[in-house]
C-alpha cells in the first residue's frame, strides 16, 4: 500500500505539482462557482473551505517555514499564524522567510477565523432548533447564500496577500497564477450586489 504523504507538497519549480495544484484549484472554484449559481450553497461551501484552507497553508506554511499538515484544522493553522514566528529549520521551499505583516495577521485572526465560525453555523445549524418560532429549513438555506459568497470574498483577499507575501519574499507565484480564481459575470455580479455581508454566526439568526 502507498503511503500517502501527511505534509502539505511544495512546489519547487522542477516537478508537476504546481501545475497540478493550479488546475485542481481552478477546477474546485468553478464547481463552487456553479454551485452558488444553482443554489446548491451546501455544496460550494465545502468546496470553498477546502480551497481556503489551501491557499492559508499556502501564505503561512510558506512564509513562517513550517510544513503544514494536510489533517491540520483551522484552529491550528490560525494558531501558527496569530504566533507569527519563523521557524529556523523548516522543509524545502522557495524564497526567504518572513513574518507576516500586521494587516494580514489581522485577515486571517478576524475574517478567515470569522467565516469558518459562519461555516460551521451554518452547516451544523440547519437542522437545530433553538427555541419556538425558529427559522423553518427553507429560511436557513436561503441565508447560505451570504455565506457562500462572503467565503469567495474571503479566499480572493486571502489569494492576494498570498501573491503579495510571495512577491516580497521573492517566493516565486502563487499556485493560483494567472486566473484558477477568475470570477464567472454570475458571481462577480452576485458579490457586486451583495447587501448583507455577515461577519460572525448570530448575522444569521433571526
Given at each position: 500500500?502507498?503511503?500517502?504523504?501527511?505534509?502539505?507538497?511544495?512546489?519547487?519549480?522542477?516537478?508537476?505539482?504546481?501545475?497540478?495544484?493550479?488546475?485542481?484549484?481552478?477546477?474546485?472554484?468553478?464547481?463552487?462557482?456553479?454551485?452558488?449559481?444553482?443554489?446548491?450553497?451546501?455544496?460550494?461551501?465545502?468546496?470553498?473551505?477546502s480551497i481556503i484552507l489551501d491557499r492559508l497553508s499556502s501564505?503561512?506554511?510558506?512564509?513562517?517555514?513550517?510544513?503544514?499538515?494536510?489533517?491540520?484544522?483551522?484552529?491550528?493553522?490560525?494558531?501558527?499564524?496569530t504566533k507569527n514566528a519563523v521557524r529556523p529549520n523548516g522543509?524545502?521551499?522557495?524564497?526567504?522567510?518572513?513574518?507576516?505583516?500586521?494587516?494580514?495577521?489581522?485577515?486571517?485572526?478576524?475574517?478567515?477565523?470569522?467565516?469558518?465560525?459562519?461555516?460551521?453555523?451554518?452547516?451544523?445549524?440547519?437542522?437545530?432548533?433553538?427555541?419556538?418560532?425558529?427559522?423553518?429549513?427553507?429560511?436557513?438555506?436561503?441565508?447560505?447564500?451570504?455565506?457562500?459568497?462572503?467565503?469567495?470574498?474571503?479566499?480572493?483577499?486571502?489569494?492576494?496577500?498570498?501573491?503579495?507575501?510571495?512577491?516580497?519574499?521573492?517566493?516565486?507565484?502563487?499556485?493560483?497564477?494567472?486566473?484558477?480564481?477568475?470570477?464567472?459575470?454570475?458571481?462577480?455580479?452576485?458579490?457586486?450586489?451583495?447587501?448583507?455581508?455577515?461577519?460572525?454566526?448570530?448575522?444569521?439568526?433571526?
Amino acid at each position: 500500500m502507498t503511503k500517502r504523504p501527511s505534509s502539505r507538497p511544495k512546489a519547487d519549480g522542477k516537478s508537476p505539482i504546481g501545475l497540478q495544484r493550479y488546475a485542481l484549484l481552478k477546477a474546485a472554484f468553478q464547481h463552487a462557482q456553479r454551485a452558488i449559481e444553482e443554489e446548491r450553497y451546501l455544496e460550494a461551501i465545502p468546496v470553498l473551505e477546502s480551497i481556503i484552507l489551501d491557499r492559508l497553508s499556502s501564505l503561512v506554511g510558506g512564509s513562517l517555514n513550517h510544513d503544514i499538515d494536510l489533517k491540520w484544522t483551522i484552529g491550528r493553522i490560525h494558531e501558527l499564524a496569530t504566533k507569527n514566528a519563523v521557524r529556523p529549520n523548516g522543509g524545502p521551499g522557495r524564497g526567504t522567510k518572513t513574518r507576516l505583516p500586521a494587516d494580514i495577521v489581522s485577515f486571517i485572526d478576524k475574517d478567515v477565523r470569522g467565516w469558518f465560525d459562519l461555516r460551521n453555523h451554518a452547516i451544523h445549524g440547519m437542522a437545530k432548533l433553538r427555541r419556538v418560532g425558529d427559522d423553518t429549513f427553507a429560511q436557513r438555506y436561503a441565508k447560505l447564500g451570504a455565506v457562500a459568497l462572503t467565503g469567495v470574498r474571503v479566499l480572493l483577499q486571502l489569494d492576494r496577500f498570498d501573491a503579495r507575501q510571495k512577491e516580497a519574499n521573492r517566493a516565486g507565484l502563487s499556485a493560483t497564477f494567472p486566473d484558477a480564481l477568475g470570477l464567472t459575470p454570475q458571481v462577480e455580479s452576485l458579490l457586486s450586489g451583495q447587501t448583507n455581508v455577515p461577519t460572525k454566526p448570530t448575522s444569521l439568526l433571526t
